[in-house]
Every structure is written in structure tokens, then in C-alpha cells.
Nanobody, 125 residues
């Protein structure tokens, strides 16, 4: 059974940085498009960024553009989301998800078939 595992969340002060990592068990991340989503309390899940299997990148949350970078490490079989200049409004549970059609990224959570359990990111002083 395939499984995605996120790591790297935690508590950070405003202006700080976090690096989230997504690894997989039972599937080859290299052949999937991988998205990072977030869900804050009382809000809908939204896509932050996505990377195709050929490493084309998309960024979807206007408030985070310029502050996040998504990348693949093919040697480690991971996808990383680097987040800088974090703000209190970035507080959420962050999820990685895999889309079998690896050539395209979308902003629709329904297009992603495999999900991790999420990692909490809290931005607070």
C-alpha cells in the first residue's frame, strides 16, 4: 500500500523558515506530480505548490509566491517545500499529495490520489 510521509513541520517565529519534505513508501515519486497543500482551521484545503515529474513547477497561493520553492531530490526520492519569511497566516497543516498523471500539475485536490497524514506548521512569536 502506497503511503506519503511528510516531515519538517514545527513551530517557527514570524519571518523564519521551514523546510518540509515528502517521501513515499510503495510508489516512485519520480513518476508522479507532487503537490503541497495546506489547510488552516476553518478553511478549505488549498494547493500551495506542485511539481511535475519533469520538475516543472507551479505556485498557486498568491500570498506565498516569492516565499516558497518546491524541488525534487531524485537521489533521496523526496520532494521538498522550502518556505521563507513565514507569517502567522501560514499556520496550517501541510500535506503532500501525489498525482498519477505526472506530466501535469493542477490546483484541484481531487486530482491527487495519494495523500500524506500532514505536518503541522505553526508560525507564532
Amino acid at each position: 500500500q502506497s503511503q506519503l510521509v511528510e516531515s519538517g513541520g514545527g513551530l517557527v517565529q514570524p519571518g523564519g523558515s521551514l523546510r518540509l519534505s515528502c517521501a513515499a513508501r510503495g510508489l516512485n515519486l519520480d513518476t508522479y506530480a507532487i503537490g503541497w497543500f495546506r489547510q488552516a482551521p476553518g478553511k478549505e484545503r488549498e494547493v500551495v505548490s506542485c511539481i511535475t515529474m519533469s520538475s516543472l513547477m507551479g505556485y498557486y497561493v498568491d500570498s506565498m509566491k516569492g516565499r516558497v520553492t518546491i524541488s525534487r531530490d531524485r537521489a533521496k526520492k523526496t520532494v521538498t517545500l522550502q518556505m521563507n519569511s513565514l507569517k502567522a497566516e501560514d499556520t496550517a497543516v501541510y500535506y503532500c499529495a501525489a498525482r498519477r498523471t505526472g506530466s501535469y500539475c493542477t490546483g484541484n485536490a481531487g486530482d491527487f490520489g495519494s495523500w500524506g497524514q500532514g505536518t503541522q506548521v505553526t508560525v507564532s512569536s
